[in-house]
């Protein structure tokens, strides 16, 4: 994959590139870059937002600023490129867009900063809006590390185990339910068992209580009875 972050503060990724599973990721062919929105700003200064029409507190990233970024990096040709605008009022990342997004070849992750992007970037420049979740935070820079992060993982070579990404929290091998409890040794600790089925060696049994666990997380849904 070809997954381009476009943000103010390139810096703040050297820490996300610095885990095991990015940085396996782009072993296994992965190719990562991050652009300077300010770098390619066609306003003076290094200028990138401004105040919002029709009044309010903050500032607003500017659309030519964007707009810039985005023909500098790709000029024209931005095929199907999948360009994704990070915002508190997108679409709910979850399990299914990350698989989703872990299919496309190219991807873009735009970081939005202050009070908001000018809503022509949405309109024009992007393919979509995505949230990761009902709260805001100072920018898009860490809501893009979470995207990344849960795509990058689901790739061949990024995690040590190829069944690890599988099997887990959400997937579709779990129905969409939580993933089932996980114990090791020691088998008793303070006098905290685990459960006695997970060494019984029936390897059936197992696999009915972790569903059954993994069920009980999920609590009741619209969508089975
Ligand atoms: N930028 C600020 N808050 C965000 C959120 N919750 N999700 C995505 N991008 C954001």
Avoid at 79 to 96: E, N
Avoid at 115 to 129: C, F, M, P, S, Y
Avoid at 187 to 208: C, F, K, M, Q
Wanted: with cysteine; glycine share 10%; charged share 25%.
């Amino acid at each position: 994959m070809r997954l381009d972050f476009f943000t103010l503060f390139p810096q703040w990724f050297e820490w996300f590139e610095s885990q095991r599973h990015v940085h396996n990721a782009v072993a296994a062919g992965s190719e990562l870059r991050y652009l300077d929105l300010r770098a390619t700003t066609p306003l003076s200064a290094g200028q990138v937002d401004d105040s919002p029409y029709g009044g309010g507190a903050g500032m607003v990233m500017r659309v030519d600023v964007i707009d810039a970024a985005l023909q500098a990096a790709y000029g024209d040709a931005r095929g199907g490129r999948r360009i994704v605008l990070l915002t508190p009022s997108g679409r709910m990342f979850d399990d299914g867009l990350a698989t989703e997004l872990a299919a496309e070849p190219e991807l873009s992750l735009i970081c939005g900063r202050y009070e908001g992007v000018d809503e022509r970037v949405r309109d024009h420049l992007v393919t979509d809006a995505v949230s990761i979740g009902r709260y805001v935070l100072a920018g898009g820079e860490l809501a893009a590390m979470v995207v990344a992060d849960a795509v990058l993982r689901k790739l061949p070579g990024s995690l040590g185990h190829a069944d690890s990404a599988l099997e887990e929290s959400y997937s579709s091998a779990l129905d969409g339910d939580p993933e089932y409890p996980h114990y090791t040794r020691p088998p008793t600790y303070r006098g905290w068992e685990i459960p006695e089925v997970l060494v019984s060696g029936d390897h059936a049994r197992v696999r009915d209580w972790r569903r059954a666990r993994s069920r009980e997380r999920g609590g009741p849904r619209e969508d089975r009875a």
